[in-house]
């Protein structure tokens, strides 16, 4: 691993390349949207290019974010197994925090967002433990430890099962339902906190050599990191919520097909890359990422939007959501569980089964768009 280089200040921060690519997606972004704005033109491709800028600068943004926020921990003392399980996993989900948290905040005024932010959690659900994972088991075969699963793995399922259980019961979330979401997640960090020790002699040996290049930054520089990360991210959640919802519109497509999909899979881009980095180092802690973070999402970011918002599945999605989108990302995890507990290994031919399971589920939702499949 690189040494950490030390004492870095605002004027190397300016120089940053990190830094100088955030800002130039955010001015892209602003000026396509001034400019399709002030013509009072609007396009699909302008709304594609809008929201492939939004997705790029919500990536970057939330990488950035995680780098000031893990050099404000190490500065803090905090130990790096603690950094790893709180901050870089929020950090990794921060996207789909933001853009439900932004579809629950303009359901106010478009109630049909709500379905932009349901479809958003399950779709990056299913992505990341269908299409993700099996891109990165093509990639590279994993070895599986058993406590993932004994512990996240199962976790995981229960988030998602409490999750679709408190939706269809009474067709949304309350606050108060988002309130215990919200705790449970809580819990569980504080449940890693006090058994750090033991979580640390099962994954120390993997975690060493995947790290990414770290720097020491100073406090200030940190903090302008942190700041900047997260108020570029949440621009940017919010231009894709809002080109999304466009683009929904102007395709006649509804909008929890558009979360679960678009959304769904740009989301994820974060656990996409973190994911391949430790497969190629031969590190199964791969799957432990998407798992984590497939714990934050039904728990935490969708939590949050609910505290912020009620959320109400709508009448003219509700078939969708309910009976297909839903059950196919209970079936998708389910399936991804059994194969890891068969051999604790992962197959570059069971990654080819997952990454099937996502197109064939891509099949029935085109299917039911174009009224060849009755919900």
């Known amino acids: 691993m690189e040494q950490v280089e030390e004492g870095k200040g605002l004027t190397a921060l300016l120089h940053w390349n990190a830094l100088m690519i955030t800002v130039s997606l955010s001015l892209a972004l602003a000026a396509v949207h001034l400019l399709t704005k002030s013509l009072d033109y609007q396009s699909l491709f302008g709304m594609v290019v809008l929201i492939a800028i939004a997705l790029a600068l919500l990536v970057t943004s939330a990488d950035f974010f995680i780098e000031g926020a893990k050099s404000l921990a190490r500065r803090a003392g905090i130990a790096e197994v603690i950094i790893g399980l709180t901050i870089v996993s929020i950090g990794t989900s921060l996207p789909e925090i933001l853009v439900t948290a932004t579809a629950a905040k303009n359901s106010v005024d478009d109630p049909s967002l709500m379905d932009l932010a349901i479809g958003n959690i399950y779709g990056s659900v299913l992505v990341q433990i269908t299409l993700i994972l099996g891109i990165v088991v093509l ?20 988030a998602v099962v409490l999750l679709s259980i408190l939706l269809l019961q009474g067709g949304g979330l309350s606050r108060l339902e988002g309130g215990l979401l919200v705790s449970l997640y809580i819990g569980y960090i504080i449940w890693l906190l006090r058994n750090k020790d033991r979580i640390r002699n099962d994954e120390l040996e993997l975690s060493e050599g995947i790290q990414p290049v770290e720097y020491g930054w100073t406090t200030l520089a940190s903090l302008m990191i942190v700041i900047i990360g997260l108020s570029m991210a949440v621009y940017a959640a919010s231009h894709l919520v809002l080109n999304a919802s466009k683009m929904a519109v102007m395709l006649n497509v509804p909008h929890a097909i558009v979360g679960t999909v678009i959304s769904g899979i740009g989301t994820s881009l974060p656990e996409l890359t973190v994911a391949l980095m430790a497969a190629k180092k031969s590190q199964g802690v791969a799957i432990g990422t998407l798992i984590g973070s497939n714990i934050t999402d039904p728990l935490l970011s969708i939590g949050i939007a609910a505290m912020i918002n009620p959320l109400t599945i709508s009448a003219s999605s509700y078939n969708l959501t309910a009976y297909l989108i839903i059950p196919a990302t209970l079936l998708g995890i389910s399936f991804c569980l059994a194969m890891m507990w068969t051999g604790f290994e992962f197959q570059r031919w069971e990654g080819g089964i997952l990454v099937a399971f996502y197109l064939f589920f891509l099949v029935l939702l085109e299917m039911q768009r174009r009224g060849l499949l009755a919900l």
């Open 139 to 158: 990639f590279k075969p994993l070895q599986i430890r058993p406590n993932w699963l004994r512990r996240d793995g199962l976790l995981m399922l229960g």
